[in-house]
């Protein structure tokens, strides 16, 4: 037998820190469903927001449900999460010393969307003009914030628990992690792409790479009442008149809806009855990770009612196709369907 450091290199088992699975090769599996809760708990038990109106902070996660794992196989590092989480936020008024409360919910988070694409809805447990102020803040302060943590929480599992599956090669080194990405989206239902004409171009312009955003502001006046008008963008029966049967419709706060076979998909954000709806919406051909924001105002006039649509975060390449979509799909289609567009009260 050979000394150690004579004879055939081929034949004598060297020294390696990779040598329980060489070159990292074969399956292995870390846990970090523990870590991430304790990750969640206290990064959002930090959130605070103050505002002209009073101050919200996030008091309790009263719900952080899910797994998470980091796998490598063939020194590739792959991610698997899931999680739903609820929180209680509390504040006080500027003008009052009531303790307010309410909820915030996340849900979807997955490796399968980013953060600009989880469903985040909030709630005031009470009616009245204290709680509303603050139910502001947390709509328009503490979401994003809620959102950057989900980023992060992905960068932390990379930096984290990516390198406890990965051992060092013979050189010393770690194979470097693949980022987390969304799965790419299904292929366009061709049978529906009547949206095309206006909305959706088949142009070489949507495939622009400047993602460049804007805003929307349109109006228009329909011959009914506010309630007649409301159910046009919340009964699936009536939206299926006007799309002519393509559209799925989940009429709740955090219900998801599609139209034109997935052309036009999103989420309902928050419903007033008869005052306002909020949607988190987007167009199918957009990049993968971008959303708009869009905000439906009704108001009865006595002989009519007015719709006015402010929609953020539109590509501007777009900007002259999504009006004219809004017009020819939704409002023009709701006067021809249920004759909105003349006549009295």
């Known amino acids: ?52 109106e009073g101050s919200v902070r996030i008091s309790e996660v009263t719900k952080c449900e899910g797994e998470a794992s980091v796998n490598n196989r063939k020194g ?12 209680k936020w509390c504040g006080k008024t500027a003008t009052s010393n009531d303790n307010i409360t309410g909820k915030i919910i996340i849900e979807n988070i997955s490796e399968e969307n980013t953060e600009d694409e989880i469903d985040i809805t909030t709630r005031q447990n009470k009616d009245g003009n204290e709680h509303t102020k603050l139910h502001q803040i947390v709509k328009s302060q503490l979401v994003p914030k809620c959102r950057g943590i989900v980023g ?11 390198k406890q599956v990965i051992l060092p090669t013979k050189k010393g080194q770690g194979i470097n992690s693949q980022p987390i990405k969304p799965k790419a989206a299904a292929p366009v239902n061709s049978i529906k792409q009547k949206m095309s004409e206006t909305v959706i171009s ?14 929307i502001n349109l109006s228009d006046s329909f011959k009914c009442c506010v309630d007649d008008l409301f ?11 006007y799309f002519n049967g393509a559209a799925e419709v989940d009429p709740r706060e955090s219900g998801k809806f599609a139209m034109l076979g997935g052309m036009i998909t999103g989420t309902y954000l928050e419903i007033q009855p008869n005052e306002s709806i909020q949607l988190h919406w987007r167009f199918k051909d957009w990049p993968a990770d971008m959303y708009s924001s869009v905000t439906l105002k009704f108001k009865d006039t006595g002989s009519s009612t007015e719709l006015s ?15 004219s979509g809004w017009y020819k799909y939704y409002f023009n289609a709701i006067k021809r369907t249920f004759g909105y567009g003349s006549g009295t009260l």
């Open 152 to 162: 992060d929480y992905i960068k932390y599992l990379q930096v984290e628990h990516g």
């Open 231 to 241: 159910q046009c963008f919340i009964n699936p029966d009536k939206m299926k008149a």
């Open 76 to 87: 590739k590092v792959i991610y698997f999460f899931e999680w739903n989480i609820e929180l």
């Open 1 to 52: 037998m050979a000394l150690w450091g004579q004879g055939d290199a081929r034949w004598i088992c060297e020294e390696r820190e990779d040598a329980k699975n060489v070159n990292n090769w074969h399956w292995s599996e870390v846990d970090a469903s523990g870590p991430s809760k304790k990750f969640f708990k206290e990064k959002l038990l930090a959130l605070t927001e103050t505002g002209s």
């Open 309 to 323: 649509l402010s929609q953020v975060g539109v590509p501007q390449y777009s900007v002259d196709q999504i009006k």
């Open 202 to 215: 088949s142009s070489k312009a949507t495939e622009c790479t400047d993602n460049k955003r804007t805003n």
